[in-house]
């Protein structure tokens, strides 16, 4: 059998077979190649339009991940219940209810960084659907207590960004994205500012903090989409050669006028821009961290990708020698506003397994009394379950679970009904609660009460995001409560179990026939 999906045909690209029910499983091409098909599948179409179709399409209204089958996902675990006993609160029925359930968590090395929603959006950088939808995105996360990371390339990207001496001093872009959630802000999560090559060179992360007054900060390795820089799409001359003097790469060259002629003369109708990849070593990144801090970081994070074992090890490591306040592994499979399509599916240690490799550096970095790090676990969750999982599968250490494509999910269909409502055009589906906003959003009332006269300024996106994590945290109680956990903190391991041998090989969690071995032995004697 093959895992991968979608081999060679794939709505992320806009390609498709000839004869789909009839296929070579390994290559993706039909059984039957046909002299005379005009080759809508990825190689047909790379014949004419090369590598455009290296990416999802189309390029700033989609994100996209990985089609890929992995072996082994996090539906190879249950979580477990018990009638026995509660952890957190008093062991009465009329109190160990659901809605008593404390999702509160606490980041950074001295466990003063509060979310109320145990949720980090783990980076939104400069492609145009993050750009488009990030108001609604960020108030969402702000109204939520959750946190939300700045991505890569934001200021460089900015059309009005004041650079002098190869330092950012302006950016109006990055100082409305902060803006969007400093003034929707309600005490708990936070804002924090990733920085990759470019964004060092430039300095972004020193303006954010003596300028914006961002007090977080985060250092980028990598994500679970690609072990590549990052890549936007640009669709004008202009900004290829702007962002080529920014010090980025761009292809074609936007500066050789062999290009501009072919450009100009409808050869092709977008450059890409691409980053840097970045080297990393331990004394570098312990320099730029006391640099960071220096600078006036009141907490500094790490964000890596699914790179090999090894990798993870040095983020364990190199974030424990430097207290780092949050560290955030992201598993392949992770989503994107652009990647290469096939890098996406092939590439990378997939989330269940990185976060199996990654319990049991933390579990060594713990027995030798080193510190570890507040982590956040990132790469495909989306539903309450998942976010059980996660907590679980890596106890204790795991803080809180991220998340990009869903929240931005969640913020984008929230936009669309709100101008749906506003245009009287509301969709049967939802026209059936009732044509006002507040009718529709189940929430929209709670957070009329909460705001007040505010709630009319609101980005309506907000009330998607909002309404979406509620549901998320009323899901991820009724499991707590039905695992007699009352409180993040008393998530263990043993709350899942492995429903295969080989599941419980990789995680190390027990296999079903299995758990409880030793107290079943005690109760029947």
């Not at 992320?12 to 005379?36: I, N, W």
């Amino acid at each position: 059998m093959t895992f991968s999906k979608g081999t060679n045909a794939s709505t992320a690209t806009l390609t498709k077979l000839r004869t789909p029910e009839s296929y070579c499983p390994f290559s993706g091409m039909c059984a039957t190649c046909l002299d005379g098909c005009p080759g809508f599948c990825e190689i047909g179409k790379s014949a004419v339009r090369g590598k455009e179709v290296l990416y999802p399409q189309p390029f700033g209204k989609t994100t996209s991940a990985s089609q890929k089958d992995y072996p082994i996902d996090y539906s190879h675990f249950n979580i477990m219940g018990t009638a026995v006993g509660a952890h957190g609160i008093e062991a009465d029925p009329d109190k160990a209810i659901f809605p008593a359930v404390n999702l509160e968590t606490y980041l950074g090395a001295n466990k003063d960084l509060k979310l109320t929603t145990p949720i980090v959006v783990a980076a939104m950088g400069s492609t145009n659907v993050a750009a488009d939808n990030w108001d609604h995105l960020a108030a969402g996360c702000a109204i939520s207590g959750a946190g939300i990371a700045i991505g890569e390339n934001v200021c460089a990207m900015d059309p009005n960004v004041e650079i002098k001496n190869g330092r950012v001093v302006h950016s109006p872009n990055l100082a409305k994205r902060v803006k969007d959630f400093q003034e929707w802000s309600q005490g708990a999560g936070f804002i924090a500012v990733q920085a990759n090559v470019e964004d060092t060179n430039l300095g972004v992360q020193e303006y954010a903090l003596e300028k914006l007054g961002v007090e977080a900060v985060e250092i980028k390795w990598g994500q679970g989409a690609k072990d590549i820089g990052g890549e936007v799409k640009l669709n004008t001359l202009e900004r290829a050669l702007q962002l080529k003097s920014r010090g980025y790469i761009v292809l074609p060259n936007p500066e050789d006028p062999k290009v501009q002629e072919a450009y100009k003369a409808g050869a092709f109708k977008e450059f890409e821009r691409h980053s840097r990849i970045g080297m990393v070593t331990e004394e570098g990144f312990l320099k730029r961290v006391e640099e960071l801090r220096a600078a006036g970081a009141k907490y500094v994070f790490l964000k890596t990708g699914a790179y090999r074992p090894a990798d993870l090890a040095r983020a364990v490591k190199f974030a424990s020698l430097a207290r780092i306040d949050l560290l955030t592994v992201d598993g392949a499979g992770g989503g994107t506003g652009m990647s290469p399509w096939r890098m996406m599916n092939e590439w990378g240690v997939p989330t269940v397994y990185i976060q199996s490799l990654l319990t049991q550096y933390c579990d060594k970095l713990a027995a030798r009394g080193e510190y570890v790090p507040p982590i956040a676990i990132a790469g495909g969750f989306t539903l309450e379950d998942h976010m059980f999982k996660g907590f679980a599968m890596s106890a204790p250490y795991v803080k809180a679970i991220g998340m990009a494509r869903s929240a931005l999910t969640a913020a984008m269909v929230g936009k669309n009904i709100g101008e749906m409502i506003k245009s009287g055009k509301v969709p049967n589906e939802y026209k059936k609660y009732g044509e006002t906003l507040e009718q529709i959003f189940i929430n929209a009332s709670v957070l009329k009460d909460k705001l007040g006269d505010r709630f009319a300024a609101l980005p309506v996106g907000a009330i998607g995001v909002y309404t979406y994590f509620e549901r998320l945290s009323q899901g991820l109680r009724q499991f707590m409560c039905g695992a007699r956990k009352f409180s993040l903190e008393y998530i263990t391991r043993d709350d899942l179990v492995a429903l295969t041998p080989e599941a419980a090989r990789v995680s190390g969690i027990k296999y079903i026939m299995e758990a409880d071995a030793d107290e079943v032995e005690k109760i029947l004697g």
